[in-house]
Nanobody
Framework: QVQLVESGGGSVQAGGSLRLSCAAS???????MAWFRQAPGKERERVAV???????FHADSVEGRFTISRDSAKNTLYLQMYSLKPEDTAMYYC???????????????WGQGTQVTVSS
């Protein structure tokens, strides 16, 4: 398992942008990495995934607006978010998983979360 620390959250107006970062301690190259989010009263949603091979997945709700990437040299995961909407408001969590597409059951490490608030 690894330790994950998110940063970059904040409050923005609709249409704005943010970039979330997740600094990892420990070896992560053999893991899938992902961003999840959870809004109050809603289930946790897998937003974006990058596999250990570098393949990416983005949820339909963020496709074309969010981009996941990882810098292996810095051991850091990113989520670039553009055209933010009020419905993107949530706590965003960085996660590392054993393999594949980081389904919830594969996650072994979670960050503490960073809040993103988008106002209309």
């Amino acid at each position: 398992q690894v330790q994950l620390v998110e940063s970059g959250g904040g409050s923005v107006q609709a249409g704005g942008s943010l970039r979330l970062s997740c600094a990892a301690s420990g070896y992560t190259r053999s893991y899938c990495m992902a961003w999840f989010r959870q809004a109050p009263g809603k289930e946790r949603e897998r937003v974006a995934v990058i596999t250990k091979e570098g393949n990416t997945f983005h949820a339909d709700s963020v496709e074309g607006r969010f981009t996941i990437s990882r810098d292996s040299a810095k051991n850091t995961l990113y989520l670039q978010m553009y055209s933010l909407k009020p419905e993107d408001t949530a706590m965003y969590y960085c996660a590392a998983g054993w393999n594949g597409w980081c389904a919830s059951g594969q996650i072994h490490s979670w960050g503490q979360g960073t809040q993103v608030t988008v106002s209309s």
